[in-house]
Every structure is written in C-alpha cells, then in structure tokens.
C-alpha cells in the first residue's frame, strides 16, 4: 500500500508551502540585503541606483559614523531588559503564587492593556509625562526636578517607554516559569531551615532561570533595534540605531549603508545573545 | 468505511513473534495460542514485553518476525481498525471532546452503522453508568472512566478484546470489585479478553490461562492452579506467590518419588513433579504447605529439623515465622490462625513437615532470585 | 483572693504584627501598584476619547460623547482601521494555514532536517523587525514591486507563520497519542482519525494562534512602516499624525478594540474551561 510511502513523504509536504514562502519572504531578502550591504552608488545616477562593488568598507564606515548611536542602542535595550525584569519578576511571582483562583484573570489583566494599539499607549506616554500631563507639574511642585527639566525627549522617556512596551513579553515567560515550580519544593526549604529571602535565593531564582532567560532575550532582541519609542519619546540627541537605518531607507536614501547597519545589528546582537545564552546553560527556546 | 468482518474470528495465534528497536529485543520468539472464548492473562514484570505483545495483536506495532492470526485469516500487517480487535488502554484514552455516549459509539459509528442507540444502552446499562451518558470523561471518577472504557470496547464485540493493565490506576477495593466484575462480563459477553497485568493476584483471580513472561519470553503458560502448583522455573515460583527454594541433590528413586538430600536430611517428593534436567536441584515448597511444631511433637511427611524461629509476624489471617535452618537458610511459613493455638515464640527450637506431594523441583542451575524483586531500573522500559 | 486562670490567646505586640502582615502581603502591594502603572496609558486612552477636542487631541477641552457616537468623523481614522482589519485578516488565514501545516510536520513526525527546521521558525523570531522590514523592503525594490497592500500582507504572515508554529506546535505536543492509537482501535483510518479525533483536540490551539498572529498583525509598525508605502494602517496613521495631534476618533478606536480584545479572551477562558485536555 502508498501508506508507507506517504508517511515518509508527508511531513516534507506539510512543510513545502510555509518552508517556500519563508524562503522566498525571509531567506531571500536577508540574503539580498547582504549583497546590497557591498554595493556603492552609481556615479551620475540617480539616488536609490547602486552597483555591486563588493565594498566591504561600507561596514567599516557604517560603524564608525554611527558608533553612538549603536552603543546607545544596546544601552537602552540593556536598561530596558533589567528593568522589565525588576518591574516584571514579582508581578510574575505574585500571579503565579499569590493569586490563588484569580491567577487566570489576573493574566488577562497583564496582557489587556497591550490590546490598545502600542502607539496610542506610547504617545499617552508622551502626553502624561508631557508639559500638559500631570507628572511634571507635580514632581515640579514637589521640587522633584526642577522648573526646567522636561521629561519628554529625554534618555529617560526613551526607555521608559520601551520598558513599558517589553513588559508583556518579559512577564509572560517568567510567570510561565514560575507556575511550573512546586511550590512544595519552597516548602521544603522552610522545613530545612531557609528563611523567606534564602529559599527565594537558593530555590525559586534557579528553578525560575528558563523563564528569566526567555525573558530576557524576547526584550532586548526587540528593544535593540526599536526605534518608535525613541522617535515619540525622545529627541535627535537619542537617537537609536533603528532610527539610524529607518532615515537611511526614507530621508537620506543610502541602501548600502542602511544594509551594512541592520547587518551589523544582527550580527551583534547575535553573538551576544550566543554569549548570554552559553553562559545562562539553557538551551531550549523555541 | 472500514472493512471489518465479524465473521474473522477464532483462536488467536502468535507464532515465532519476535519484536526488536534496534539493538533491545522487547519480545523473543514467542509463540502462543488463545482459545475463543478464555480469560487469558499475561502476567509479567515491567519491562518483560507483555505490552509490546498486547500492541502487536492490536495493530498498534508490527512485529519484526513472526505472524499473527486470527482463526485462518493472517492479520499481521493489517492497520488497527481493519481487525476485529479492541483495546482497553491503561489510561483509558476516553475522547474527551465527545460525550459518554459518543465514546462509545464512536466503534460503531466508524465501522458504518447508522443506529446505534440500543447498542450502546445496552452496553451503559452493562456497565450500570446509564446516567453518565451525557457527560464528558473529565467529570467521571477513575473508576466510572475505566468502566466507560470497556463499554467503549465491549459494544463492538470484537473477536477479541485487549486490556492493557486497566485497573492499575484504582485504589484496591475498587480494584477488587472490578476483577469480580470484569470476569462476570467476560462470561456474560462470551468474548475472548486478553489481559496484561503485573499483579499476579490479579491475573489469578480472572484468567482461566496465564503466561507468565520474562524478558521477552513465555517461562510458563497454564491455569493458576498449574502455574502456582508446580511452578517449572525459578521465576515462575518466585513471581507467583512466594517460595522456598532448598538447593538439594537426588539421591535415588523410590516406586514413583525421588529421594531428595538436602542438607543431609532426607525428603520424598513424586517424580512428576521434577522439573529437573540432573541430580542438582531446588527443592520448592510454598510457605502455607509447611508446618511448625515443636520438637517432640508428633508430625507426619517430609520433616526438617534444627529450625529457630528467628521472627513473628502476626497478619490476623496469619502467622508468618521466618525459621532459620541448620544450614544458614531462611525459611518462611504461613500458618493460619484456625485452630485458637497461640503462636510460637521467637527463639522456639521447632520442626518443620509438609506432605510430600506439595514439593515442585527445579533445575539446580536457576537463577533463585529471578522473580523476587522489581529492579527499579527496569520500571521505564515498558 | 481569688485568681481567675483564663485560656490565654497569644498575643503578639501590635508592631510585630503590623510587620509581619507586610512581610506577607509586599508582593500583593506591588502587584497593585504594578497593575495600576500597566494601565495609566490605557486610562488615559480611555478618557481622552471623551475629549471634546476637535482635530487636536493633547489639551483636555471638555467630555462629549460625540466621538463614540461617531468615530468615523475624522476619515483617515476610518481607512486606517479598515486597512488593518482587512491586512490582519488575510495575514491570520494565511499564516495560520501555513504554520499549522508546518506545526503538525515539526510536531508529529522525526524527519531529517527537523533540528533545521526548528532553527528556521526560530529566526524571524529572533530577527529584529528593522532587519525584516528593510531587507523585505530591499527585496521588493529589486524586482521592482512597489510597497502597499500585498507588499504588508506578505510582510504580516512572513513574521507570523513562527508565533502560530509555536503556538500549534505546543497544543500538538500536550496531546496524547493514545487517543489516536484509541480511534484507530476503533475502526477509524488515519484520515478519519485525523478528523474526528486529532484536529477537533488542537482546534483551541489553532484558534489561539490565529488569535495571536491577527494582534500581532494589527499592532505591528515597524515591518509595516517599511512595506506600506502610502497606505496607512491604523498604527501607522497614530505615528504620522502624532505630530499635530491624534484625532479622538483614534482614542474611541483604541477602547473599542480593548474591551472587544477583553471580552473574546474572557469568552475563550469560559469556552476553554468546558473542553479541558487531561493527558
């Protein structure tokens, strides 16, 4: 019968049509972007026309005119990551062991505001901390900062904003890492003499490392190359990479230049996170 | 739809059965015949192959040699649904986006049959769960899931029906009813059952015929009384009930017995009941066959002096005594409390008979722990 | 002289106590202060759909209820909405068609190439959105495509297809094979197995993705912002018109698809809870 044959062939079939387009859609303009990255504009011809010159310089001169900006983006991706994981940690671990019959309403709650459009959330930001908001007037009165400090187009704004914005995805997987722990297992430790700040120490923090990893990489991947929140919250003088490359295809069109930079960002963001990722010893992601 | 006679039916043979995952043989050479109509058993440790043997006959593996057939027709290389066969799974496997009722219907709807309400009434009301027929398996307790289970099973009435361990996740008592149940069913329904278990009880309560099986092989196949009778290996009396095995050699004949040293004292026992291939064997002999009394006493049979009882343990039933003999060797004997005698004392000087026609002798070469412990290594390999 | 002996319950001094009552309810406190910061951008959304503000929604002029009742009354908000449903729901089919194919293959069989496949899915995830934006972008630009509709929608479902291939993947692997090995016990071939056992068990899973991809669709900005050319979709439209003031209208819409968004997912939870998967 076709039965034995079929079932050796079937899982290639399943996976022919996605595999073809994220070939086409993913691979292939990857690929095209690594040799525009090598090109150099045509002499005498008009903006956007370029020809293969297999000029490896471009990367070199990519970088080097744009090394602040580079820096400032994994600092802000980096400050954003620590953050949301301050903010989101315990969010995550009142959820998972404090909430009893709530926890799953409790979830929903986590997740609901991020069904409001990230714009609008992002320029609400804008407004709140903005001179009409009511944050600035009242730190102002209270002597906080002073009457000429704003705190929109700052650094500050910056990555607050994009820390609001990453929180669902650093609370998802350290909440999903929380819940598996027994808590038995925490109350086991008691029982062995550990105090509340210890067993948190020398229990839950390991068990919940997967979760924290996770978390930790499915914001700062994103949160380096964002370039939203730096272009609503921020100013010229914060500029992000993203921002960088974004005017490099629109306002100033230099193809090249904008494909060494997002190659770039791959490429470190990608030894970093094989970096991190050795080091924190999980393996398991997807 | 599928093309399932009702007509294919019969004993079920296995014949030179042999199951291989690359370098492990889960099931070697095995050849077995079920009659139509019998409660057969294979009875087992984990690991020793009886489910892998369950799942070959349900189609869900094909075996590497060997085929299988039921009556005339050969069913090795046919799919699950294209045999007359179910299975109770050990977890029950009810759907649990269906109904009761569309568990148990789901067979039949399968095999073509457009009117299914009186079969599957029927069968509800079987099992006594005809309220449950709206509800969905995860309002069910264990023991009304294992139930629907088999109704899921029965109302197709398979040439043969295949239970994989089912009762293994009910607490005893309701264990207990459901052996008693589930035999009655079987005599009710007429079908052949094929059931795997590892609890030799239970395989004894409800088989008419048990295999008992071993790493992959068949050690011994008979009625319970057979197999616990006159166990021929080692592992057999080990793994059905509980045994005393005395290394002893053969010293002579006697009409129709064997003269049996051991140790230097002298026991009879029949020649038939020998399972041994020289003179170098095992004597066997359960503990409920052995007697204590005091030395002076009176006794009668196969006697053995010089034992110290070493530890009692009354179970209410029974007294059981672990009597230590001249040579090293403890003993166990179960005696019943029947007789309002008052049990005897640590440290009792005492002399141990049976009658000669309980002893079983095995090879000399055995291996006398086989059966005795589950090797907790061995729990995963199932 | 008479001594009462009365059962004394312990008492710990009120400043333990008080302490001790922190010490177990800390976590709770943050978690509200925590869950109230969640939401002031959403409450400020919330109201500011109220403002009676005209074209330039950033002072607080007045309450109306004027832009619910109409909240098409700045067109462009309109539009914009109307090309992000349309782009969200033809990237959801197709994405959640394609990543539920390649779900099942990755999920069900060991094949050769499967470690690689896994590792494919993964990338776009692990990929920032600049990149996948501007390389798709480069890749139209050479064959000469200009970006709009079909350039988005493509854009949509190259990024969504890995979200719903975890999203299946993860339902297919809580699924127990012996309901399978149980249907076909039962005279079901594969196909029918298939249909009647199988998919109705990974439906829930299937939907969630579909779910997911189709919010991820939506919100999306940056893979949009580089594939859309002069269409503007929903996100979109709040970004460019930021500058000089975000209409109301675009608030209403805002709240709108917040309480829609709640109320499915609280449906899912009632829905979810009638046809559990116990293994």
Same mark, same amino acid.
């Given at each position: 019968?076709?039965?034995?044959?079929?079932?050796?062939?079937?899982?290639?079939?399943?996976?022919?049509?996605g595999f073809l387009f994220l070939f086409t859609f993913f691979i292939l303009p990857i690929v095209n972007l690594a040799q525009t990255s090598t090109q150099t504009p045509i002499v005498?011809g008009d903006t956007g026309q370029y020809e293969q010159t297999l000029q490896f310089s471009n990367y070199i001169s990519a970088f080097t005119e744009n090394k602040?900006q580079f820096?400032?983006s994994f600092?802000?991706a980096?400050?954003?990551?620590?953050?949301?994981?301050?903010?989101?940690?315990?969010?995550?671990?009142?959820?998972?062991?404090?909430?009893?019959?709530?926890?799953?309403?409790?979830?929903?709650?986590?997740?609901?505001?991020?069904?409001?459009?990230?714009?609008?959330?992002?320029?609400?930001?804008?407004?709140?901390?903005?001179?009409?908001?009511?944050?600035?007037?009242?730190?102002?009165?209270?002597?906080?900062?002073?009457?000429?400090?704003?705190?929109?187009?700052?650094?500050?704004?910056?990555?607050?904003?994009?820390?609001?914005?990453?929180?669902?995805?650093?609370?998802?997987?350290?909440?999903?890492?929380?819940?598996?722990? =027994?808590?038995?297992?925490?109350?086991?430790?008691? =029982?062995?003499?550990?105090?509340?700040?210890?067993?948190?120490?020398?229990?839950?923090?390991?068990?919940?490392?997967?979760?924290?990893?996770?978390?930790?990489?499915?914001?700062f991947i994103p949160?380096a190359g964002d370039y939203?929140?730096?272009?609503?919250?921020?100013?010229?003088?914060?500029?992000m990479i993203g921002n960088v490359i974004e005017s490099r295809y629109f306002k100033i069109v230099d193809y090249p230049t904008a494909a060494a930079l997002s190659f770039t960002l791959m490429a470190a963001i990608l030894i970093l996170v094989t970096i991190?990722?050795?080091?924190?010893?999980?393996?398991?992601?997807? | 739809?599928?093309?399932?006679?009702?007509?294919?039916?019969?004993?079920?043979?296995?014949?030179?059965?042999?199951?291989?995952?690359?370098?492990?043989?889960?099931?070697?050479?095995?050849?077995?015949?079920?009659?139509? !109509?019998?409660?057969?058993?294979?009875?087992?440790?984990?690991?020793?192959?009886?489910?892998?043997?369950?799942?070959?006959?349900?189609?869900? @593996?094909?075996?590497?040699?060997?085929?299988?057939?039921?009556?005339?027709?050969?069913?090795?290389?046919?799919?699950?649904?294209?045999?007359?066969?179910?299975?109770? +799974?050990?977890?029950?496997?009810?759907?649990?986006?269906?109904?009761?009722?569309?568990?148990?219907?789901?067979?039949?709807?399968?095999?073509?049959?457009?009117?299914?309400?009186?079969?599957?009434?029927?069968?509800?009301?079987?099992?006594?769960?005809?309220?449950?027929?709206?509800?969905?398996?995860?309002?069910?307790?264990?023991?009304?899931?294992?139930?629907?289970?088999?109704?899921?099973?029965?109302?197709?009435?398979?040439?043969?029906?295949?239970?994989?361990?089912?009762?293994?996740?009910?607490?005893?008592?309701?264990?207990?009813?459901?052996?008693?149940?589930?035999?009655?069913?079987?005599?009710?329904?007429?079908?052949?059952?094929?059931?795997?278990?590892?609890?030799?009880?239970?395989?004894?309560?409800?088989?008419?015929?048990?295999?008992?099986?071993?790493? !992959?092989?068949?050690?011994?196949?008979?009625?319970?009384?057979?197999?616990?009778?006159?166990?021929?290996?080692?592992?057999?009396?080990?793994?059905?009930?509980?045994?005393?095995?005395?290394?002893?050699?053969?010293?002579?004949?006697?009409?129709?017995?064997?003269?049996?040293?051991?140790?230097?004292?002298?026991?009879?026992?029949?020649?038939?009941?020998?399972?041994?291939?020289?003179?170098?064997?095992?004597?066997?002999?359960?503990?409920?066959?052995?007697?204590?009394?005091?030395?002076?006493?009176?006794?009668? !049979?196969?006697?053995?002096?010089?034992?110290?009882?070493?530890?009692?343990?009354?179970?209410?039933?029974?007294?059981?005594?672990?009597?230590?003999?001249?040579?090293?060797?403890?003993?166990?004997?179960?005696?019943?409390?029947?007789?309002?005698?008052?049990?005897?004392?640590?440290?009792?000087?005492?002399?141990?008979?049976?009658?000669?026609?309980?002893? +079983?002798?095995?090879?000399?070469?055995?291996?006398?722990?086989?059966?005795?412990?589950?090797?907790?290594? @061995?729990?995963?390999?199932? | 002289? *008479?001594?009462?002996?009365?059962?004394?319950?312990?008492?710990?001094?009120?400043?333990?106590?008080?302490?001790?009552?922190?010490?177990?309810?800390? #976590?709770?406190?943050?978690?509200?202060?925590?869950?109230?910061?969640?939401?002031?951008?959403?409450?400020?959304?919330?109201?500011?759909?109220? *403002?009676?503000?005209?074209?330039?929604?950033?002072?607080?002029?007045?309450?109306?209820?004027?832009?619910?009742?109409?909240?098409?009354?700045?067109?462009?908000?309109?539009?914009?909405?109307?090309?992000?449903?349309?782009?969200?729901?033809?990237?959801?089919?197709?994405?959640?068609?394609?990543?539920?194919?390649?779900?099942?293959? #990755?999920?069900?069989?060991?094949?050769?190439g499967?470690?690689s496949s896994n590792l494919l899915i993964f990338l776009p995830m692990a990929t920032p959105e600049i990149v996948l934006g501007a390389s798709l972008l480069s890749l139209f630009l050479v064959f000469h495509i200009n970006p709009?509709?079909?350039p988005t929608?493509i854009a949509h479902v190259m990024f969504?297809i890995s979200?719903?291939?975890?999203?299946?993947?993860?339902?297919?692997?809580?699924?127990?094979?012996?309901?399978?090995?149980?249907?076909?016990?039962?005279?079901? *071939?594969?196909?029918?197995?298939?249909?009647?056992?199988?998919?109705?068990?990974?439906?829930?899973?299937?939907?969630?993705?579909?779910?997911?991809?189709?919010?991820?669709?939506?919100?999306?900005?940056i893979i949009t912002n580089f594939n859309?050319?002069?269409?503007?979709?929903?996100?979109?439209?709040?970004?460019?018109?930021?500058?000089?003031?975000?209409?109301?209208?675009?608030?209403?819409?805002?709240?709108?698809?917040?309480?829609?968004?709640?109320?499915?997912?609280?449906?899912?939870?009632?829905?979810?809870?009638?046809?559990?998967?116990?293994?």
């Open positions: 019968m076709s039965n034995a044959l079929s079932k050796v062939k079937l899982p290639y079939l399943l996976l022919l049509p005498g602040e820096a400032r600092i802000f980096l400050c954003a990551t620590v953050l949301a994981l301050a903010i989101a940690y315990p969010l995550a671990y009142a959820i998972a062991f404090k909430a009893g019959k709530l926890k799953n309403f409790l979830l929903v709650l986590v997740v609901a505001p991020f069904f409001v459009s990230f714009l609008l959330r992002t320029i609400a930001w804008k407004q709140i901390l903005g001179e009409e908001g009511f944050v600035v007037p009242t730190l102002r009165s209270i002597g906080i900062i002073g009457q000429s400090t704003t705190l929109t187009s700052t650094s500050f704004a910056v990555v607050m904003g994009m820390t609001y914005n990453f929180l669902p995805f650093m609370t998802l997987p350290l909440y999903a890492s929380l819940e598996r722990i =027994d808590p038995r297992t925490m109350e086991a430790s008691g =029982d062995l003499y550990a105090n509340g700040i210890t067993t948190f120490r020398k229990v839950t923090l390991p068990l919940s490392m997967p979760g924290v990893v996770a978390g930790t990489l499915l914001t949160a939203v929140n730096a272009a609503i919250l921020g100013s010229p003088n914060t500029k991190y990722i050795r080091k924190a010893g999980t393996e398991e992601l997807v | 739809m599928a093309d399932v006679s009702s007509a294919t039916h019969g004993d079920l043979r296995l014949t030179r059965i042999t199951k291989s995952y690359g370098d492990f043989t889960a099931v070697n050479d095995l050849s077995l015949t079920i009659p139509e !109509g019998s409660f057969f058993a294979l009875l087992g440790p984990s690991g020793c192959g009886k489910t892998t043997t369950l799942r070959m006959i349900a189609g869900l @593996e094909e075996p590497t040699v060997g085929s299988i057939h039921l009556g005339t027709t050969d069913i090795t290389t046919k799919r699950p649904y294209q045999r007359p066969i179910n299975t109770v +799974f050990q977890n029950y496997a009810l759907f649990p986006h269906l109904t009761i009722f569309e568990n148990i219907a789901f067979g039949l709807r399968r095999r073509g049959i457009k009117d299914v309400d009186a079969d599957v009434n029927k069968v509800l009301d079987l099992v006594e769960l005809p309220h449950l027929a709206q509800r969905k398996p995860t309002q069910l307790s264990g023991g009304q899931q294992q139930r629907i289970a088999l109704a899921r099973a029965i109302v197709n009435r398979p040439a043969l029906l295949l239970l994989d361990e089912p009762l293994g996740a009910l607490d005893l008592k309701l264990r207990r009813q459901m052996q008693i149940e589930l035999k009655w069913i079987q005599r009710e329904v007429g079908l052949t059952f094929v059931h795997v278990t590892h609890d030799q009880e239970e395989a004894m309560t409800m088989a008419d015929t048990i295999a008992v099986m071993n790493e !992959g092989e068949i050690e011994q196949m008979g009625s319970p009384a057979d197999l616990y009778d006159n166990p021929g290996t080692a592992f057999v009396a080990n793994f059905l009930g509980q045994s005393n095995l005395i290394k002893g050699r053969i010293e002579g004949t006697d009409g129709d017995n064997l003269v049996v040293d051991l140790f230097g004292q002298k026991i009879s026992m029949p020649k038939s009941r020998s399972h041994a291939v020289d003179s170098s064997i095992y004597a066997g002999i359960r503990p409920e066959k052995f007697r204590i009394s005091l030395v002076g006493t009176p006794t009668r !049979g196969n006697i053995l002096t010089g034992g110290r009882i070493e530890d009692v343990s009354y179970i209410g039933v029974s007294t059981q005594y672990q009597v230590t003999m001249p040579w090293g060797q403890e003993v166990m004997v179960f005696e019943q409390n029947d007789d309002g005698v008052p049990p005897f004392d640590k440290g009792d000087e005492v002399v141990i008979s049976w009658e000669p026609n309980f002893t +079983f002798a095995l090879r000399g070469d055995d291996d006398v722990e086989a059966g005795l412990e589950v090797n907790p290594e @061995e729990l995963d390999e199932e | 002289m *008479n001594k009462q002996i009365d059962a004394t319950i312990p008492t710990i001094p009120t400043k333990a106590r008080l302490s001790r009552w922190f010490g177990r309810n800390l #976590i709770r406190i943050y978690a509200v202060f925590g869950f109230t910061y969640l939401f002031i951008p959403v409450l400020y959304t919330f109201a500011f759909s109220f *403002n009676d503000a005209g074209k330039s929604n950033l002072i607080w002029k007045g309450f109306t209820l004027d832009n619910w009742k109409n909240p098409c009354g700045a067109p462009e908000v309109c539009t914009a909405l109307g090309n992000s449903i349309k782009i969200g729901l033809l990237a959801t089919v197709f994405s959640t068609i394609l990543g539920t194919m390649i779900a099942f293959a #990755i999920g069900r069989y060991a094949f050769k499967r470690s709009g509709f079909w929608v969504c979200f719903v291939v975890v999203t299946v993947k993860a339902r297919i692997a809580s699924l127990d094979p012996r309901l399978e090995q149980a249907a076909m016990d039962l005279y079901a *071939n594969e196909l029918e197995t298939f249909r009647r056992v199988t998919l109705p068990l990974v439906a829930p899973g299937i939907a969630g993705a579909a779910l997911l991809a189709f919010s991820l669709s939506f919100d999306d900005f859309s050319g002069t269409l503007k979709t929903f996100p979109e439209f709040v970004y460019t018109s930021a500058a000089r003031g975000i209409p109301a209208q675009a608030n209403v819409i805002g709240s709108a698809m917040f309480i829609l968004a709640l109320l499915i997912v609280i449906a899912g939870q009632f829905v979810g809870k009638k046809v559990k998967v116990s293994k």
